[in-house]
């Protein structure tokens, strides 16, 4: 059949089957981080898939190699004509694993099609070269935005060396996320968008917020509402509070404490290479959310507005129209960040 295909066919093809390695590699959600989420799926000629696999952990085996454990024993002999579809280029290195490339060339496939090169420094087409050097097709960019737009987080901080940045905030309908001082804290989510939420903390590795916010409202972080890590939290060191303070939840969670006298772009390095974080949420306070935004970084705010007014308070934070722009450019190579309001 593969082969009666014409070109159109057989790009069509080779589409739908990225993105049922899209799909497989999203089962990685949540468990993978700071390695990318990744999925393969092996097809015999005639089109039949005879393996399937994703990164499942971090660690763990990558998705090629769980793709090819998943061939079943009478379909093995297959492989030398079979093509294998991966999201991320295959890797060539020695890291908790030994590298995809090699074990692709042992198979001897036809055919790789792979859905972006690889960021990693350690990779960066190496693994796509040697494939070709072997003798294998080698096919790239089959839907390569969507393969980016799945990890964001991975190709930030490979590339910034920081995590990707979300800025998160709920305001009232004229712009306050805080009532006045003293007055019962003003709620602005519904049962929806804090469940929304909590999946959204699930994906995210650490999570900061400022010391006013850490005094004031004592939050506690969790991803409480959907299955999923707690992301780190990440807090300023400050005088107004000691390390030794019970009471503060978030200092039983073993929080990265940053040095608010170092630059924050500095710290955001810092997040990512001494600690491993690809991604960070900051959920306020409005003080905090406005130093990320006027030194622009973001990768993404995402608002929540409520319906209600609440006429006076702490102000939301200010974007200027031309940094709403600025969101979305600051999407690194298709994959789209941005304002999202729910
Ligand atoms: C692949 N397939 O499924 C994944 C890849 O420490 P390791 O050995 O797990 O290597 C992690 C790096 O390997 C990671 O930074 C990325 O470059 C690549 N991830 N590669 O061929 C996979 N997860
Ligand atoms: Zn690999």
Redesign the pocket.
Known sequence: MEYDMTAQQKEGFDEMMMRRALQLALN?AGG?S?????G?VIVAPGGRIIGEG??RR?????????AVRSVAAADEPLLPQSTIY?T????S?????????LLLREKGFRRVAVGMV???P??AGR?IRMLREAGAEVTTGILETECRRLNVR?ITA?TLRRPWIQLKWAESADGYIAGRRGEERAIFSSPLSMTLMHKERAMTDAILVGTDTLLTDNPSLTTRLWPGRDPVPVLFRSERWDESDTGIRLLSRNPIILDPDTPLADNMHLLMERHGITSLMVEGGSRILQSFVDSGLYDEIRIERSPAPLHAGTPAPHIAERTRHDAYSHAQGGARGGIKKT
């Open positions: 990685g993978v700071p390695n990318p989420m990744v393969a994703w990164h971090y660690g763990g085996a990558h998705a090629e190699v769980n991966v991320l280029e295959p890797c290195h020695h890291g908790k694993t030994p590298p995809c490339s690889d960021p990693n350690k990779v693994g991975f490979q």
